[in-house]
Every structure is written in structure tokens, then in C-alpha cells.
């Protein structure tokens, strides 16, 4: 299976600290992506980080991808109530995404 | 911002029955994607759809599951008879350059129950 799988499943971290998720995967990848999942509700897409790519940016979000390990990490700085949800990886390949199962983040305020 | 909208947000229908989903992908976007996630599980890929015909189609898009572009704007999953284990949130998804190379953009989903 291409699947990612998230690490760790649930995490509990105070407002203004930072959270770390982590992302494994099987096989060959075009790109991963993350995406964020408020209760209930659509996937939101955070970041895509390609093949070639290393580290990526954007706002309070950190993703780094080691394609030797087959694993990939997303860091949110300075986390906020807001940020309370479920987050994915999803590898993609082959016309489509496979989804691991999560990491829910509660922030605490 | 342009969106993925989904109608209708929630179906209750018996089992047995034909359901319909609906999905208007974003205008620009060319390649169009329904993906399920039962409740407390991974979201599953279903079907991935390009240039009016199936691009891939995963175990799970069995001959009672069908997907149509009926107008150019509208996307639209059919489900032939439903069973009891097809009850999930049902999410459509399209991308300007397919997921591959670029983010898919996720609709609000279909809470499907079948009882």
C-alpha cells in the first residue's frame, strides 16, 4: 500500500507551543501533501512538498520530506486554538492520494 | 476564493436505493476525484477522472458505483443499489493539473446513511 501513516495519533499540546507530526510512507511518490480536517467537515490543503523537495514553508507551517527514510514531518509553529483538528499526509502517485489515518492536534487554551 | 460545493451535505436513503451526489468542481479545474471516509477510518481514494473518462478507479468502485460529467460544470457520483457499509462521508476533489503534480481542493462532503 502507498498509504502514509501519521505519528503520532493524537497530541495535546498549551496554546503557543509548537506540534510535530510525523509521516511514513511505503513506495515512490510524486509529491506529499497535508491537509487539515476540522471536525466533521472537507479537507482543507495545507502544503505540498515535491519529490525533489526538502523543506517547505508556509506561514506557521514547516514540512521537511526524506525520500531515503520515506518520511516526512510537519511542524506548526506557535500553535493556536484555531489550529485544533485532524491533519493528514497523502502521498500521491499513480492519479491519486492515499491518505494515512491522521494525527488529531488539541490545542489547549 | 473559488470552491468544490457539494449537494446535497447530507443523504438518508434505504438500502436498496440509488443515490446521487453531487459535485460542482472548480472551473478551471480538470481533473475531478471522489474519495469516502467511514466514519472514525482513512479517507479512501474511489475514482479519479480526466478528459470525460476514468483516469483510475480503486477495489472499492465496483459496477454499483458510476461517475458522469453531465454538463461540463456539474460531477456526479451514483451509487446503483446501496448496502448498509456504503454509509460514509463522500468527499469530490478536482485539481488544476492533477494530484500528482499540484493540490486538490476538497468539497465540504456527503454525509451518506444508509439505513
Known amino acids: 500500500s502507498q498509504q502514509g501513516e501519521e505519528d503520532p495519533q493524537a497530541l495535546s499540546i498549551q496554546e503557543g507551543e509548537n506540534a510535530t507530526m510525523n509521516c511514513s510512507y511505503k513506495?515512490?511518490?510524486?509529491?506529499l501533501q497535508w491537509y487539515r480536517q476540522n471536525s466533521g467537515r472537507g479537507l482543507v490543503h495545507l502544503i505540498l512538498?515535491?519529490?525533489?523537495?526538502r523543506e517547505k514553508h508556509s506561514g506557521r507551517l514547516r514540512v521537511t520530506l526524506d525520500t531515503s527514510k520515506k518520511s516526512s514531518s510537519l511542524l506548526i509553529t506557535a500553535s493556536r486554538a484555531a489550529d485544533t483538528a485532524s491533519y493528514f499526509c497523502?502521498?500521491?502517485?499513480?492519479?491519486?492520494?492515499?491518505f494515512g489515518a491522521g494525527t488529531t492536534v488539541t490545542v489547549r487554551a | 476564493e473559488p470552491e468544490v460545493t457539494q449537494t446535497p451535505s447530507h443523504q438518508v436513503t434505504q438500502m436498496g436505493q440509488e443515490v446521487i451526489l453531487r459535485c460542482v468542481p472548480i472551473?478551471?479545474?480538470?481533473?475531478f476525484y471522489w474519495y469516502r471516509q467511514i466514519l472514525g477510518q482513512k479517507v479512501e481514494f474511489l475514482v479519479s477522472?480526466?478528459?470525460?473518462?476514468?483516469?483510475?478507479k480503486s477495489e472499492i468502485f465496483d459496477d454499483q458505483f458510476s461517475v458522469e460529467r453531465p454538463d461540463g460544470s456539474n460531477f456526479t457520483l451514483k451509487i446503483r443499489s446501496t448496502k448498509l457499509e456504503d454509509s460514509a462521508m463522500y468527499f469530490c476533489?478536482?485539481?488544476?493539473?492533477?494530484?500528482?503534480?499540484?493540490?486538490?481542493?476538497f468539497g465540504q462532503g456527503t454525509r451518506l446513511t444508509v439505513v
Open positions: 476533489a478536482s485539481s488544476s493539473q492533477g494530484t500528482t503534480k499540484a493540490e486538490a481542493f
Open positions: 513506495t515512490s511518490i510524486n509529491n
Open positions: 512538498i515535491r519529490s525533489n523537495e
Open positions: 497523502a502521498t500521491a502517485y499513480d492519479y491519486k492520494l492515499s
Open positions: 472551473s478551471n479545474h480538470l481533473y
Open positions: 477522472f480526466y478528459n470525460n473518462e476514468i483516469s483510475e
